[in-house]
């Protein structure tokens, strides 16, 4: 199973849709078994997270619903 998180991160730009995979949550921040814990392991490391995923932005890239940025194990 592909399971990913969600959620909605600031940019200079606005709010940009995100998609973590479960696997990165898992391996680098402490995620275990169900939602919640995915949820846990971002809440606890947003910062890191965030500042990751501002860093993998490609400029003039449009991110949305259907073209969100994404990141998985081995963005970190």
Not at 10 to 22: K, M, N
Not at 46 to 60: C, H, K, P, S, Y
């Amino acid at each position: 199973m592909d399971e990913t998180l969600n959620v909605r991160i600031a940019t200079a730009q606005g709010a940009i849709p995100l998609v973590i995979s479960r696997e990165a949550l898992e391996d680098h921040f402490g995620a275990g078994a169900g939602a919640y814990s995915l949820i846990d392991a971002f809440k606890k490391h947003e910062d890191v997270i965030t500042a990751r995923a501002l860093a993998r932005m490609v400029e003039g890239e449009t991110y949305s619903r259907e073209n969100p940025l994404k990141l998985g194990t081995g963005d970190f």
